[in-house]
């Protein structure tokens, strides 16, 4: 079945028909460029250049949702969703041709929090942030938490949609993990829960990537139990104090650490930075340290003690005594200039390749490198349980760049860094296929096959490029959903999961 041809005029019309004022955002609305913006995290695309949304859909209530579904599928016009605004690629609100109208429907103004102590629940919508979520959490009760990321700008709707990993996760695994009902909108404009949608389509929502099986407005959150006192360090460990030899066994002792601690490592200049979550009192975690870890020097007077939201804080902002309510701040226009790029290890990587890393963080434009630990509940899951299917590795490593200079040199000198050491690590990380997370978006891995129109026969068949690495097996089982609940492909964009015909 082909979607229906591209009619923009009619597209604004039946929007306006069917959502108030206030709500549709045309490029002719004096405030479309800070509606726009407002969400954008990465400069990179915000240029003249870059191909925008023809209409923002700033919905407060599902029904708008519903609307520019509806609308869109009778009009030709795709529809992409943007929670916060964090994909890497900026996929949630721009294009890479200009050829292709779209639309985006802008959920950040569904944020509402809703939590119930006694169950252990919260009801979250997608436009929310981790941080706004962190603090409804935290403001209702001191002894529970959420195991999902460290960036409290992060929208839920995108993060959840991912898998979802943070500091909590060799506890509790992945946020995706404790996701136990949704409310989404479908490619026919229906508003369904968890036994609307039926289990194969619950399954690829957590997990298969945002934009691709409909928009979720609402999640259902299983919350955990967090203790009342939580320990953090972090430690420097410059490259002529045994950086490399410290590394080396990081890889042996951080995957197999009791549950309760995380330590991960931030590779940068010519140190390492060394950081943990510890779910208990600090005697417990330097005595750990001391026992499987001494080469590292974890002292009582690296620890400090304090609440699960502190530590929150902590790490979102990089220190200790910030109010709680800095984790309600959105965030400000972008400032600066990104690209990533991520893999998977399975088995520890070699002292000397550690020791010639160091000189890449010495060349002009150097990013760092973060190595986030698995094991514990990771280990646990089946790679099969959600589309999520990176359990068993030993870590992940994220490649990341920023700058602020604008102009294509320092955009190619920074990224050129970034795709350079990825390949230099090619030998030591996963294989066949060399494994990516979602949540990282990456396009160096491939678009989809015409994603301007309807696809192809063998969409599929390409798409295996990016989706092997992303989902591994279950990029396949996620393309049969794909064709089950959306045949049209009316949810599409350059990496979106196309459907197996």
């Excluded at 020791?355 to 899951?381: C, H, N």
């Excluded at 230099?424 to 891995?445: H, I, Q």
């Amino acid at each position: 079945m082909a979607t229906a041809p591209t009619n923009t005029t009619g597209f604004v019309s039946c929007l306006t028909d069917h959502i108030p004022p206030g709500i549709v955002y045309t490029q002719a609305s004096d405030s479309y460029p800070s509606v726009l913006e407002f969400s954008i995290k990465n400069l990179r695309f915000v240029t003249p250049a870059t191909p925008t949304p023809l209409v923002i859909i700033k919905a407060t209530n599902a029904s708008h949702v519903q609307a520019a579904v509806l609308c869109g599928v009778a009009h030709g016009v795709r529809v992409r969703p943007r929670s916060g605004g964090h994909d890497y690629e900026g996929l949630s609100y721009r294009s890479i041709d200009a050829a292709c109208p779209f639309s985006v429907v802008d959920l950040a103004a569904l944020r509402a929090i809703r939590v119930d102590v006694k169950k252990k629940l919260a009801w979250v919508d997608s436009g929310a942030t981790l941080g706004e979520l962190y603090y409804g959490i935290a403001n209702k009760s001191a002894r529970l938490g959420f195991p999902a990321g460290i960036g409290p700008t992060v929208g839920a709707g995108g993060h959840f949609s991912g898998g979802g990993f943070g500091l909590m996760m060799r506890k509790h695994g992945l946020a995706a993990d404790h996701v136990i009902d949704a409310v989404m909108v479908d490619a026919e404009g229906r508003l369904l829960d968890r036994a609307g949608m039926g289990e194969d389509h619950f399954w690829a929502i957590r997990g298969g990537g945002g934009g691709s099986f409909g928009i979720v407005v609402s999640w259902k959150l299983q919350l955990v139990r967090v203790p009342a006192t939580v320990t953090v360090f972090t430690v420097h460990r410059p490259r002529n104090r045994s950086a490399s030899d410290l590394l080396t066994k990081w890889q042996h002792v951080a995957p197999a650490l009791p549950r309760d601690v995380i330590l991960r490592v931030v590779v940068q200049n010519q140190e390492a930075q060394f950081e943990s979550l510890y779910l208990g009192r600090r005697t417990a975690v330097v005595a750990t340290m001391a026992r499987v870890f001494p080469e590292l020097g974890v002292t009582h007077e690296d620890c400090i003690e304090m609440s699960w939201i502190e530590s929150v804080l902590y790490f979102a902002f990089y220190g200790t005594g910030k109010p709680a309510a800095l984790l309600l701040d959105r965030g400000t226009k972008p400032d600066r200039y990104f690209k990533a790029k991520s893999d998977f290890v399975h088995q520890p990587i070699p002292r000397h390749a550690w020791e010639s890393t160091w000189s890449w963080f010495l060349k002009d434009g150097a990013g760092l490198l973060i190595l986030d630990p698995y094991g514990g509940q990771m280990g646990r899951v089946a790679p099969s349980a959600t589309p999520f299917p990176h359990r068993r590795a030993l870590y992940n490593v994220q490649y990341y760049g920023f700058w602020w200079d604008n102009g294509t040199e320092a955009s190619e000198k920074h990224m050129g860094w970034i795709r350079d050491l990825h390949q230099e690590m090619e030998p030591y990380v996963s294989k066949n296929p060399r494994g990516a997370y979602v949540n990282y978006r990456d396009l160096d891995l491939g678009v989809n096959d015409d994603y301007c129109s309807n696809g192809t026969e063998n969409g599929y068949v390409k798409a295996r490029a990016w989706g092997e690495p992303y989902f591994k097996a279950n990029f396949e089982r996620l393309a049969a959903v794909k064709a089950m609940v959306d045949p049209r492909d009316f949810f599409r964009n350059e990496q979106s999961i196309p459907p197996l015909r």
